[in-house]
């Protein structure tokens, strides 16, 4: 059984077929875990949705900000942006199912891979964690959120969801406030403050960071820097492959490509085997977030 972590998707359906078949993908077998932005600005959001809702237990998938926005527009509180592509999603006869499975996917996961103990565990997001969130934390907020989205108050939620305030997380917080912290931090964030304020305008590279910015994983101190992170969301950063973060939005629909990272089940295999096919150009490169 091989267990593969998938970069940004947005709707690229035919690279992420052609992607599964270079990793001989077989969801009677393997397990997926695509780390959100699974659909919008790419061709085919729609595909993609049903392929990944068919494989059932076998793709465990995160929710990015775009699968978000694609939820706050079908409860009518949120207008589409002029280059969504979420109309045939929208469109869809089956519309309600697929949003329905959609709005049962996660916000974080972590895994434990057996074979090896000293990177245990591997938390999962999207964008990133805030550097006083703990493992258990940031899975215990995340799951905060997905009460939430599985709800009654879901479309509260979504009404409620945008915006930059507050930028900085306090155990204080509550309500919306606090919800719209977590939502911020796992599916958009790039830059903090060693403090952990955050800043959604900038969407350079690492070396891009505002004064008094840095990237999130590089705060001193940081309370996941002895786990593995995992996470999308930042194709301008690319394929980052450290012993503390993992980095693989590779930019497929800005004409990058799309990447998988097998993680290794057997002691004799290497932890990570990272494939990539190549994709083409969907919308202009380097704009994507």
Known sequence: MAMYLIGDLQGCDAALQRLLDALDFSPSRDTLY???????????????LRRLKSYGTSARCLLGNHDLHLLAIAHGVRKPHRKDTLDAVLQAP????????????????????PHEPAHSPLLLVHAGVLPAWTVQKTVALAGEVEAVL????????????????PAAWSESLAGMERLRVIVNALTRLRFCTEGGTMEFETKEGAGG????????FDVPGRQTADVTVAFGHWSTLGWLGRRDVLSLDTGCVWGGSLSALRLGDTPQEARHTLVQIPCAAAQTPGVGG
């Open 94 to 113: 089956d519309r309600a199912d697929l949003l329905h499975w959609l709005q049962q996917q996660n916000m974080a996961l972590q895994l434990t891979t």
């Open 34 to 48: 695509p780390l959100g932005d699974l659909v919008n600005r790419g061709p085919d959001s729609l595909a993609v």
């Open 209 to 216: 960071a505002p004064a008094g910015y840095m990237p999130w």
């Open 150 to 165: 599985r709800g009654p108050d879901a479309p509260a939620f979504f009404q409620a969801m945008y915006g930059n305030a």
